[in-house]
């Protein structure tokens, strides 16, 4: 059926179909024109003018409640795992009344096994949101509400760290009434920083780690070929000291090594980072100048839709 428009004298008479396009592509024109004269963004271009705090605090909620929802996997399950190891090793190699860095055994490994289970369930937080979704084909909740890369990623770490913390506090608790463990804090400072910059560093590669995955197998191989290497080997079982000097530089070359130790020293107030408390401060400023470095890479990657977009 032909467009009819109506004529100057009122009659409704027929129009080409040639010129109703010519028509509507001279409108759509103009009002792409005056958009564009009236400083309006291109179509489907999205423009963040303020920080959407609403939109913040909506994703971070979600992310919690996916991980509180199940907390009896998320966070008591990890926190009886963590005292099995205390009481493996404590058993193990605690006997005899052996003393570590002038404290008992026990009292010695508490504290990095407690930093190990906050960076191995901020991993596992991290790295299952957005690998999730690709998998599950929900990874549009994540794209196209309006929140900014910025505040994307710091939603996700957020949730991941608060995990971390949790489990942290889960697990203290429960070592708190272990014969032989004494969880004094000396320096508060560095058990907070450290906890969280450990925390923290782990959520940004877990981030990375979902957008790279493209299943879940591949999630598991950088958690069992990495990360899990990573903190086994990261001193909370030993002092680096008893190394060979060759392994002691490897093992100065893994972050998780400056989690541990510094987490360590805000309960005993000694560590093998080095001999004075300005290593352990150097320490902290390393793995704060890591974590922004690492954070500024993973925006970069989220701003290009890596992996994420088509």
Known sequence: MANQFPSPTGDTKPLDQSKAGELAFTGTSAAYAYGHLAGFPPPGQPIFRSFNRVGLWTLYMKEVRRF??????????????????????????GGGGRVVLGVPFASFVAPGLIAMGMINNAFANSSFGLLGGKIQGTIIDYLMPPVSEGELLTALVGAAVTRAVLVGLAVAAAMMFWPGVSLEARHPWAIVWFGLMGATLLSLIGVATSMWAEKFDHNAAVTN??????????????????LAPAFQTVSRMNPIFYVISGFRYGFLGQ????????????????????NLLLGIGVYALLRSGWKLKA
């Open 271 to 290: 560590s093998d980072i080095g001999s004075d408390n300005m290593a352990v401060l150097h320490g902290a400023v390393g793995l704060g100048v890591l």
């Open 68 to 93: 509180f929802k199940v907390q009896t996997q998320t966070i008591w399950a990890p926190a009886v795992t963590t005292l099995l190891y205390l009481m493996i090793f404590t058993l193990a190699l």
């Open 225 to 242: 070929f990495i990360i899990t290497p990573m903190s086994m080997l990261s001193g909370t079982f030993y002092v680096i000291d008893r």
